[in-house]
Structure formats: C-alpha cells, structure tokens
C-alpha cells in the first residue's frame, strides 16, 4: 500500500494542488470536463512535466520513471495497442517484472477469467466492442498487480451490465489487495458508489479534499451540473418501489433503490429537473416552486440557482433571469439515492 502526497502541483493546467491520499483508500477526483482530472492522474503516473513535488510513502517521486512506479493506469481512452492481441495487450506490462513466459501467462490468465474476456484472448482490439475492450484495458492495468491504481472515468460510455460488472471487479481487487486508488470522474453516483475520500477540482483548483459530509456540502457550490442534499426518509412505500424524503426546504418522492433508512443523499443531475414558466407542473409530484438567485456560466452552459427557502437548486437556464419564479419538477426516474451511516 503505498500513502500519495501531492505538494504544490503546478502545471497548465493545475494550480498549486496539494493533495494527500492514504494508503489503501479508494480516492475519488470529480469535477466538470476541463478540471485537469486527467492531468493529475498523469502527474501521479509520471506521464507529464509539473512544478511541485510527489511522495510515495513519503519518499520523494519526482525523477522516478513511470515504470519503477508500480502503478496500474486505466485511460479514458482505453489505448489498447490495435496490433495486439487481448493476450498480447495483457501481457505487454507484465515483460519488464522478470517474470518467465509461463508466470506472465498464468497472471494474465486470470485477470482475463476475472474479466471474463478469456473466450477473447486471440482477437484484436478493433473487433470488440467498447465494453469488452474496457474489460481489456482494466485488465491489463490489474497484471501488474500495481500497488497504485488509477482509474480516468471507467464507466464512461458502458452499458449498465458492464458498469455495474467492472464496478464489481475494483472492488473485489481494492478488498482482496488494497491498492490505492485515484477513480476520476464526472458523476456523482460513481463518486458515492466507490469513494471513501474525495476531491472537488474545479479549473485545475483544489476546491475540497476530505470526507462525505464536507464533500456534500460542497458539491452543490463548486459542482453546479448536479444536485446532492442530505435528506431523510419520512416514508416508505414498499409495494411500488418508492419513498418519501424530506430535504431540508422540500420534500421528494423518490425511487427506493436500496435498503436505505433514516439519513440519506438524495442526487440529481441539473439538466434532468424540468423548468415550468408559463404552464402548470403536471403531475404534482415533486413539483418545488422556487426564485431564480443568480444565472451562472461554466464552460460555456449557462445554469441557472434557483432558491427554494435556505436551499440551492441547480439547473439548466433556459433563458431564465435573476428575479423569475419558476416551477421545478424532479422526475422520480432520475433521482438517485445513496444510504449514509
């Protein structure tokens, strides 16, 4: 296990970022397109110049190439190697560990039963699919068995099935070998899935750094494309799948996804809330009245704060100004809800 210490990371795109990640955590870094999400995962990995420095294990890291760092990285992009074959691809960073033929086969052997891609294993890339090259790139990031693992937006692109089996797969890696882990991404339910530490970034800023309760409370001032309140369930209607909870200044009928009792998050992205202007809000359920406070531009998407009492509501402008009463409507099928101890 191996504790990450940022100091002072600059570059073109991030701004004196200073950043501890213990050892063992799985740490999520979420923020908009553009953040520098991406650029601080190649920082960790040695891929690009910065200003600052990186200890690992509070040893400096600074001139150490990447592939003395241990570290398993899993691109957005996949960059499987096309003139490889899936074996080939897996095997690829398992040939500078020492290891004779029939070692490197047996390890990459089983990160492909793991992934389930063995049935694969003579094909080239450009004739999977997008979630089986996926399962690929993860699993070549795995056969190096690294102590640091760095995952840029895994679950971008894939269809539910293959979500929710790669969620399966970190965290069956992260419990039986506890690598540190750096899991970037855009959205707040993987963010809430799979974190125990997280990190806003915003314009290459470190804007939060630490646990749920802070990261919450923050989500909604420096994340304006989601929305994320602490609720609590008042209701529970088990026969249709649903619940009732009170946020704060409203209350929200909401799907019961999981056994969730008492305090909760209750999430939902901004541009899936519904503006009504000039017609009534129909059906009635979750329909919230609220006044436009300020219209905010980020990376050229205009939204719109809307407060409803003491709370700020998140979403899509649509041509609204400051002053304009609108109503609100939350669809149930888009609002997410994740259980809190």
């Known amino acids: 296990m191996v504790k990450i210490e940022l ?11 200073t950043l501890t990640i213990e050892n063992g955590s799985i740490h999520v870094v979420i923020g908009p397109n553009g953040a520098g999400k991406t650029t601080l995962l190649k920082v960790v990995a040695g891929l690009i110049r910065y200003k600052g420095h990186i200890y690992f294990n509070g040893k400096k890291a600074d001139n150490m190439p990447p592939w003395k760092r241990n570290i398993g990285y899993l691109p957005q992009t996949n960059a499987l190697f096309p003139h490889m074959t899936v074996l080939e691809n897996i095997l690829f960073g398992l040939k500078n560990k020492g290891l004779s033929r029939n070692e490197a086969y ?13 049935h694969l294993k003579d094909r080239y890339p450009l004739k999977l699919s997008g979630g089986e090259q996926k399962k690929v790139a993860l699993a070549r990031a795995l056969a190096v068995e690294p102590q640091i693992l760095l995952l840029d937006e895994p679950f971008t692109g894939l269809h539910y099935d293959y979500r929710v089996f790669i969620y399966n797969v970190i965290k069956k890696v992260h419990v039986e070998r506890k690598p540190t882990i750096i899991l970037v991404t855009h959205e707040i339910d993987e963010a809430l899935k799979l974190g125990e ?17 802070g990261f919450f409370e923050n989500a909604n001032k420096y994340l304006p494309y989601i929305n994320a309140y602490k609720c609590s369930i008042i209701g529970v209607d088990y026969e ?21 009792s008492g305090k909760v998050i209750v999430s939902i992205p901004s541009d899936k809330i519904i503006i009504h202007r000039f017609s009534a809000c129909y059906p009635k359920t979750n329909c919230i009245s609220g006044v436009v406070e300020e219209i905010v531009n980020e990376h050229g998407l205009e939204q719109a704060v809307v407060k409803v009492g003491d709370t700020n509501v998140n979403v899509l402008a649509y041509g609204l100004r400051v002053g304009d009463r609108v109503m609100m409507k ?12």
């Open 7 to 17: 100091v002072k990371i600059s570059n073109f795109i991030l701004k004196n970022v």
């Open 240 to 260: 249709n799948g649903l619940c009732r909870v009170k946020c704060r200044d409203f209350e929200l009928i909401a799907p019961l996804t999981s056994n969730c």
């Open 330 to 341: 939350f669809p149930v099928k888009d609002i997410k809800i994740f259980c809190i101890s």
């Open 197 to 213: 530490k997280y990190t806003i970034l915003v314009n290459g800023v470190n804007k939060y750094s630490g646990g749920l309760k």
């Open 106 to 118: 047996g390890i990459a052997k089983y990160y492909m039963e793991l992934l389930g891609i063995s």
